[in-house]
């Protein structure tokens, strides 16, 4: 089982910026991937941003340019950096892990969600 704590939500003005991370613990042999989705109400949820193992790097298209997606990888921890921030990025933000356990197996965890708001 693996589990990722989320940090560094809340309530920031339009053009601020805000600073999230997530960190994995638990019993896994290493992390393939790690990323950012987010969901807003009425709003299908959507990838914002994922690394992985090599550092390879993913922006969808409305964040591309304000947001940076990083990884500790001696603490298991990913961070997305938002600059610039708009109100159209207020969303509830979601970690995603891709990790590797014991005996090769595949699987991938969620974190519990914080919450981003932007005011206008």
């Known amino acids: 089982q693996v589990q990722l704590v989320e940090s560094g939500g809340g309530l920031v003005q339009a053009g601020g910026s805000l600073g999230l991370s997530c960190q994995a613990s638990g019993r896994f042999f290493s992390i393939n991937a790690m990323g950012w989705y987010r969901q807003a109400p009425g709003i299908q949820r959507e990838l914002v941003a994922r690394?992985?193992?090599?550092?390879?790097?993913y922006y969808s298209d409305s964040v591309k340019g304000r947001f940076t997606i990083s990884r500790d990888n001696a603490k298991n921890t990913v961070y997305l950096q938002m600059n610039s921030l708009k109100p159209e990025d207020t969303a509830v933000y979601y970690c995603?892990?891709?990790?590797?356990?014991?005996?090769?197996?595949?699987?991938?965890?969620w974190g519990q969600g914080t919450q981003v708001t932007v005011s206008s």
């Open positions: 690394i992985t193992i090599g550092g390879s790097t």
């Open positions: 995603n892990s891709a990790v590797r356990e014991l005996g090769d197996r595949n699987r991938e965890y």
